[in-house]
Structures are given as C-alpha cells and as structure tokens.
C-alpha cells in the first residue's frame, strides 16, 4: 500500500483547515531566518570549522525536530497541556536547578544556561518562558474570580515567579528574565489582577531590574556603552557600532543578499543574536519592513484566536495565546531594538531567525499550540452552527 497516496491528502486537508495568515507568516518568517543565517555564518563557519553551510545544516536539522514537535502540539488536544501544566513546569525547574550544576550544564562565555543532550544543547530557559505561560494559563483559568476579588491569590505565582526570575539569573540569563517577569506579570494585567496591586509589582520589577542593572558592572557597561557606543567603538561598545554600521550600509534596498561586509569578521557571530543587523544590510529599510510586518501578521492573528477563545470562554486557550503573543513580540522588539541601537545590548534571540535550536522548537511550539486551539474554536464554532440550524429545522 501506497502511504503517500493514503495520507497525503489527509494532511493537505488538515492544513487547510488551520488558520491560514498564522501558518503563512511563520513559514515566511522560518525561511527568511534559514536564508539569513546561511548568509550570515558562511564566512565564519568556513574559516573556522571548514564548512561553509555547518550552522545552516544545524538549524535546518533544528528544524525538523522543530516540525516534529509542531506535530506533537497539533496532535494533542489543547486541554492536555491545561491539566499537565503544573508537571511540565516542576521539570523546568528542576532542569533550570539542573543547569546550575557543573558537569551538568554547559558555560559558553560566562554562562551556563545549556544541557548538552548529544549533538544538541538544550537551552532551559527557553522551555521555561513556555512553561511559565502554560502554567499562568491555566492558574488564571482556575482561580480568575479570586485573582479579581482577593489579592492573596497574587501571592502564589508571585513567588513562583521571584524563584524562576531567580534561577535565570544565576545562569545569567538577564534577558530571559525580563521576558518573563514581563510576560507573566501581562498575563495577570489581563486576568483582572488589582489595578493598584499590580502597579506596584510592576514598579517593584522595574525597580529590581534596574538595581541589578546598576549594581553589576558588566551590566552597568553596557547601559553606559549603549548611552555612547561610539566612545567605545573598540572596546565594549564594538558589537553594537558594527551593528549600527550595517544598518547604515543598508539604506533603502540593502546591498544584496550575499553582500554584507559587515559578516566578514567585523560583526562578531553575526548569524546569532545580531543576525537582523545582517539582514539590515542586505536587504535595507524596504527588507526591514517587509519582516515588521510579518511579525506583526503573526502577533496580530495570535491575539485573533485569544480573542475568539474569550468568546468562547475557553480561558485556557485564550491566556495561553496571549501569552505566547506578549512572547514572541517582546523578543522581536527587544532583539530588533538591540541591533538598531535603541535598547541596550542584551542577548535575546530574533523568533524564528536566529540560530539556536532551543529558541527554534519552543517558538514552533508555541505557534502549534496557537493553530491548534485556532482550529478546536472553529470546529465548536461549526457545532454551534449547526445546532442552531437543526433548531431552525425543527
């Protein structure tokens, strides 16, 4: 028996039946990320490991796990993660201990945020900025009317919260620890927490945040740096001025794909966090736009389906996809204002087109997630239609 010719179509139809602008966004934005880090790595990877294409075989290899684990989070009925939540988040923190540990977790520059699993390393914080956002899901699910009534419902993901936020920071992994405390702390703005209750945290966590920022001196260098990176052009301010100057090089339609000087070793690792400066130069302001408004198709039919779960009141989904909405655009804010200049130097990965593994299978997750709570609320859509119809009938 032909396979092929028994579920091809099978699958054909599936697809067509998801959300259509969601999966046409991220697969626009997955290939301009497979392109860019081509482009970007080819002289590095070359002079250094003798291999032209060894980091874009990588992520297209990230890359199937990645549609592998897409087809998981299809598969599963959305449900299944609401009553594992609070499972699947111990094991994050308990891999997020793990990391910690020496012979366990691996230090690249400073930082010891990956477990090395074979020919992969696992970043843990990037599972946890999804665990944390299926966790709150599901806890503002549970108890939405206490959280609204009672502020000592707040206490108990607060100090989940304090515990992973501090966990990421001794990895360091300052950034990851933005986005989370950012992300969480939206997600009870929008379960209906005490406006006066969450306005202090939030002042409490800009006020935290900006304390470690002044208090470390790494931290503090790169605040000072991005104040005036051209008075340390060729010391701690050098990333960002080549960043900078490849924006510049780019102006209005870029010089090329395949043209940028500024990855020839001027651009330190430029096919990671600062890949976009890459693109920048490449492709200009009109190739910078194109991909803004991607990301903002992407957001905005994200937010469509937490906006028809509310309808339907399914909590669970429609706090879930709020959150991976508030995920996705804050790393593409946060890394695309990195390269430009506007936001301090921090090392957040672009969604979808930098290279790392971890960040390319909870980012096909999460969008997987999305498509399958779009897809559960239109087919209770079409049973409520029909019902009616029936009911008209009768």
């Given at each position: 028996m032909n396979l092929a010719a028994v579920y091809w179509p099978r699958i054909t139809l599936f697809l067509r039946e998801l959300d259509q602008w969601l999966l046409l966004s991220t697969i626009a934005i997955a290939t301009i990320g497979l392109v860019m880090i081509s482009s970007a790595s080819i002289s590095f990877a070359e002079h250094n490991l003798g291999d032209g294409f060894y980091f874009l075989k990588r992520q297209m290899l990230y890359m199937t796990l990645g549609l592998v684990v897409a087809a998981l989070f299809l598969y599963m009925p959305s449900r299944f993660w609401y009553h594992n939540a609070v499972p699947l988040l111990v094991v994050t923190i308990i891999l997020l201990v793990a990391v910690l540990i020496p012979g366990i977790?691996?230090?690249?520059?400073?930082?010891?945020?990956?477990?090395?699993?074979?020919?992969?390393?696992?970043?843990?914080?990037?599972?946890?900025?999804?665990?944390?956002?299926?966790?709150?899901?599901?806890?503002?699910?549970?108890?939405?009317?206490?959280?609204?009534e009672y502020w000592?419902?707040?206490?108990?993901p607060v100090l989940l919260l304090i515990g992973v936020a501090g966990l990421l920071l001794l990895e360091p992994d300052f950034g990851s620890m933005v986005v989370v405390c950012g992300t969480v702390l939206a997600m009870?703005?929008?379960?209906?927490?005490?406006?006066?209750?969450?306005?202090?945290?939030?002042?409490?966590?800009?006020?935290?945040?900006?304390?470690?920022?002044?208090?470390?001196p790494y931290r503090l260098e790169r605040l000072v740096t991005f104040?005036?990176?051209w008075a340390h052009q060729y010391d701690s301010g050098y990333q960002l001025t080549q960043s900078l100057i490849a924006f510049g090089r780019g102006e209005w339609f870029g010089v090329g794909l395949g043209n940028s000087i500024q990855k020839l070793f001027f651009l330190p690792e430029a096919h990671t966090d600062f890949v976009f400066s890459i693109y920048a130069e490449e492709f200009g302001l009109i190739g910078v736009a194109v991909v803004l408004g991607l990301y903002s198709l992407l957001v905005s039919r994200i937010v469509h389906v937490a906006r028809k779960?509310?309808?339907?009141?399914?909590?669970?989904?429609?706090?879930?996809?709020?959150?991976?909405?508030?995920?996705?655009?804050?790393?593409?804010?946060?890394?695309?204002?990195?390269?430009?200049?506007?936001?301090?130097?921090?090392?957040?990965?672009?969604?979808?087109?930098?290279?790392?593994?971890?960040?390319?299978?909870?980012?096909?997750?999460?969008?997987?997630?999305?498509?399958?709570?779009?897809?559960?609320m239109d087919d209770v859509q079409a049973v409520a239609k029909q019902v009616r119809r029936d009911r008209a009938e009768l």
């Open positions: 977790g691996r230090r690249v520059n400073g930082a010891q945020r990956w477990i090395p699993l074979g020919p992969l390393n696992l970043q843990v914080s990037e599972v946890a900025k999804f665990m944390m956002i299926l966790f709150m899901a599901s806890y503002l699910e549970r108890y939405q009317r206490e959280l609204r000592k419902s707040m206490i108990r009870l703005f929008i379960g209906g927490a005490k406006l006066w209750l969450f306005s202090g945290l939030l002042l409490a966590g800009i006020g935290g945040i900006a304390s470690m920022a002044l208090i470390s104040l005036d990176p779960a509310v309808r339907q009141e399914d909590w669970f989904a429609a706090y879930s996809c709020f959150g991976i909405a508030i995920v996705l655009a804050g790393q593409a804010f946060i890394n695309i204002g990195v390269t430009s200049g506007l936001l301090p130097t921090k090392g957040l990965t672009l969604p979808f087109i930098s290279y790392g593994g971890s960040s390319l299978l909870v980012c096909c997750a999460m969008v997987a997630l999305v498509l399958r709570i779009s897809r559960e």
